[in-house]
T-cell receptor, first 114, second 113 residues
Framework: AQSVTQLGSHVSVSEGALVLLRCNYSSSVPPYLFWYVQYPNQGLQLLLKYTSAATLVKGINGFEAEFKKSETSFHLTKPSAHMSDAAEYFCAVSAPTGANNLFFGTGTRLTVIP | DTAVSQTPKYLVTQMGNDKSIKCEQNLGHDTMYWYKQDSKKFLKIMFSYNNKELIINETVPNRFSPKSPDKAHLNLHINSLELGDSAVYFC????????????FGQGTRLTVV
């Protein structure tokens, strides 16, 4: 079974500060991991994905995440927050077999303070 | 062109009614999904379809039934709507094979009164 846990339902950062959103996974098989972003009243957009290749994954809008097997983590970071980054962020896991269903974390709302 | 489109975007209906939400994807994907997002923003898979065949059915009430006339469409029918069905429903699609990312529609906000 696969699951993810996102620590912190709300994170606030100042504009220009480092963004760190935490995600830990649990999987009985090597997982595939994703970060999605949801802007208000919109669908989910893929930021980046880990596919068992490079452990440091770069995504859109300057975001990146590092897969750490020893810590079962896949934290999302961005060096400098922009106002436009304010949104809900979801970590998700899927198994490399079966229906490719995504199992989502509970989400982290990012607020950027000017 | 919108990759995954859902209609309607908003749906307000009374308890006991039957309603449908339509979903279409123009990405040529083989698999389509329905996810439910509750009031706390939690997203949970409801169904997935691969080549018109239901391949997973999570423990959702049988009042919910997905119907796929072809691989570009996956509609969601809901019978005897209940207050607890109020949520945002997202359609998504992905291509065959792993790893695969899912492309999501804009969502349908269902409110049962």
């Amino acid at each position: 079974a696969q699951s993810v846990t996102q620590l912190g339902s709300h994170v606030s950062v100042s504009e220009g500060a480092l963004v760190l959103l935490r995600c830990n996974y649990s999987s009985s098989v090597p997982p595939y991991l994703f970060w999605y972003v949801q802007y208000p009243n919109q669908g989910l957009q893929l930021l980046l994905k880990y596919t068992s290749a490079a452990t440091l994954v770069k995504g859109i809008n300057g975001f990146e995440a590092e897969f750490k097997k020893s810590e079962t983590s896949f934290h999302l970071t961005k060096p400098s927050a922009h106002m436009s980054d304010a949104a809900e962020y979801f970590c998700a896991v899927s198994a490399p077999t079966g229906a490719n269903n995504l199992f989502f974390g509970t989400g982290t709302r990012l607020t950027v303070i000017p | 062109d919108t990759a995954v489109s859902q209609t309607p975007k908003y749906l307000v209906t009374q308890m006991g009614n039957d309603k449908s939400i339509k979903c279409e994807q123009n990405l040529g994907h083989d698999t389509m999904y329905w996810y439910k997002q509750d009031s706390k923003k939690f997203l949970k898979i409801m169904f997935s379809y691969n080549n018109k065949e239901l391949i997973i059915n999570e423990t959702v009430p049988n009042r919910f039934s997905p119907k796929s006339p072809d691989k570009a469409h996956l509609n969601l029918h809901i019978n005897s709507l209940e207050l607890g069905d109020s949520a945002v429903y997202f359609c998504a699609s992905s291509s065959r094979g792993v790893p695969t990312e899912a492309f999501f529609g804009q969502g349908t906000r269902l409110t049962v009164v």
